[in-house]
């Protein structure tokens, strides 16, 4: 080996590799402790080249809701003024896509579903992603097609994977997106509705039960016409019938739920051991019944267990930040043990290098446990996700169901807090249904001047504590249901602190006296619900 140039380094790298930046043979890429990258090369001297930061455009709230309005006004007038409307297909479409789910054997525990793409242009590079919620999977779920000739059949085997909560939701989602000939890009869309039998099977009708929903309907429904994928022979060995069925869950068979028919009065009521595994049947049943005004009052039924979850959410995620820490100690400790273990064997003169070896097998021991814990823990939140997706479904429906809110407002609030799973490191679950609550609290749901001034949800902001999601998501629940609207009110323009020349002190503090308007109306909402056991404590 000969030394053909050296240069002074600022940092230690904990990792080196050789590369060719910009037709310069022979450099070197270093990676910091830190994330840096370093470029070191042979100039006209030696010379050391440091890639600049990347210049984040960060914008606040008030500026992406600037632009947002300003995109949103030129849509509209391009709507009126063009032919198409924006974004409406030309033509006709560059593929049709046709769906087929084939039948179940009694004992099945997978369904084969096949996906028929017919082009009607050319098109090249087509991917295809089959999309179904968590506990169930897709094999494979992607497919590639290099070029696509006049059709071809794709297919994907959907089953149920082992895990501790209910599936919610039975549809699967097909998207492909393409190339066409002039290259511009392309994209279609198609669902179909999976078979009850992949995740249930007919079970004997519990006695008791620990849940109850009732609903109501004027239209008589014969239980075998809801889940006709079930036979005759099935119904009878479990004692089910017309009036009264018992389900299971395929993977968790300790959840189970009960489904009966009050002909009489038509109503229905759905038992279960928990509250979880009702979304499921109350999802088919709000299907398969939407032209049949299903009714119900009970809209705060999964609203203990959707705040159970959102604690429980903030605590995994806490978690998790925390063991990184821990494992980014831990592996540093592990470097510096290493080198110094190198510096000690590079001596002339010999010692006992028996205390190293030992820090360094307690180290790698440590950081090995830590990165099982962090395996852990993630696998715990990818359950959380899963049961917040059931509980925030289930209460969309039965806030649906009650028929008295607003079809916008609902809208802003399924999309503010979303069943969405969210994994990622910068933002979860509890950031954005945080600023999606904290915007319609201060606008469409905005009971006085005061509150639209409410401070604005900071991008940058980690919740670390669920005190203030928890009251969101009750204040909102209330108004939405009662129908409180800002623009039905009397509101003054001038804020109460400004009516007599002054303006309150610390109203943009942390804590401003406005969230004392609102622990007021959880505390008053709480008296009045079910929910008081849970959050109480918080708003005290």
């Known amino acids: 080996t000969t030394l053909r140039w050296s240069a002074q380094l600022p940092n230690t790298p904990v990792a080196i590799d050789r590369g060719n930046f910009m037709g310069l043979a022979g450099c070197l890429i270093l990676l910091t402790e830190e994330g840096d990258v370093t470029l070191c090369y042979m100039g006209t001297e030696p010379t050391m080249f440091v890639p600049p930061p990347l210049q984040e455009s960060a914008l606040s709230s008030s500026e992406v809701e600037t632009k947002l309005h300003t995109l949103q006004h030129q849509i509209a007038t391009y709507s009126q003024s063009a032919k198409n409307s924006l974004g409406a297909p030309v033509g006709r479409p560059d593929l049709k ?14 369904c084969k579903l096949e996906v028929v793409i017919q082009a009607m242009t050319m098109i090249h590079s087509l991917h295809v992603n089959v999309c179904v919620t968590h506990p169930l999977v897709a094999v ?15 297919y994907s085997a959907v089953s149920l994977v082992a895990s501790y909560t209910a599936p919610w939701e039975l549809e699967a989602n097909i998207l492909a997106v393409y190339l066409r000939s002039d290259m511009t890009s392309g994209s279609a869309e198609a669902s179909i509705v999976l078979p009850s039998p992949l995740v249930l099977e007919l079970a004997p009708p519990a006695k008791e039960s620990e849940a109850s929903l009732y609903l109501s309907t004027p239209h008589p429904v014969i239980l075998p016409t809801i889940f006709p994928e079930f036979g005759a022979d099935s119904w009878n060995e479990t004692g089910s019938n017309e009036n009264v069925a018992g389900f299971k869950y395929k993977n968790f068979p300790d959840l189970t739920f009960t489904l009966s028919v009050n002909k009489g ?5 759905i038992d279960s ?11 088919i049943l709000s299907r ?7 009714k119900t009052a009970q809209h705060t039924f999964a609203l203990n267990e959707l705040l159970d979850a959102t604690d429980n959410n903030i605590e995994l995620r806490n978690q998790i930040r925390a063991l990184q820490e821990k494992i980014k100690v831990g592996t540093a400790q592990m470097r510096a043990v290493q080198r110094r273990m190198l510096s000690k064997m590079r001596d002339k003169t010999p010692s006992d290098l028996t205390a190293l070896s030992e820090l360094i097998t307690y180290t790698n021991d440590h950081v090995m446990q830590l990165s099982h814990d962090i395996e852990t823990a993630q696998k715990d939140l990818r359950e959380n996700c899963t049961r917040l997706g059931n509980l925030v479904k289930m209460t969309v429906l039965l806030i649906k169901m009650t028929g008295s809110v607003n079809a916008e407002d609902l809208k802003q609030f399924s999309e503010a807090l979303s069943h969405t799973e969210f994994i990622s490191e910068s933002q979860g679950w509890a950031e954005a249904s945080e600023a999606g609550l904290n915007y319609m609290l201060r606008t469409t749901l905005a009971r006085s001047m005061r509150e639209q001034y409410m401070p604005p949800f900071s991008e940058e902001s980690v919740v670390t504590n669920s005190n203030n999601l928890k009251k969101y998501i009750a204040v909102t629940i209330d108004r939405m249901v009662k129908s409180i609207r800002r623009e039905d009110r009397a509101v003054s323009p001038i ?3 400004e009516e ?13 006296t406005l969230y004392e308007d609102f622990d007021t109306e959880v505390k008053k909402l709480l008296s009045q619900s079910s929910i008081a056991e849970t959050v109480m404590s918080d708003v005290d």
């Open 97 to 110: 896509i046709s769906l087929k789910v084939w039948p179940m054997l009694e004992g099945d525990s997978t």
């Open 140 to 154: 494979p779920n992607t497919h590639f097609v290099q070029n696509l000739g006049e059709s071809i059949d794709l």
């Open 265 to 269: 009065q038509q109503k229905y009521r």
């Open 273 to 283: 051991n928990s509250v979880s595994a009702i979304t499921l049947p109350l999802n």
């Open 288 to 294: 398969k019944m939407e032209n049949k005004s299903l």
């Open 495 to 497: 804020l109460e602190g």
């Open 500 to 512: 007599d020349g002054h303006l309150k002190e610390g109203f943009h503090s942390p804590r401003p």
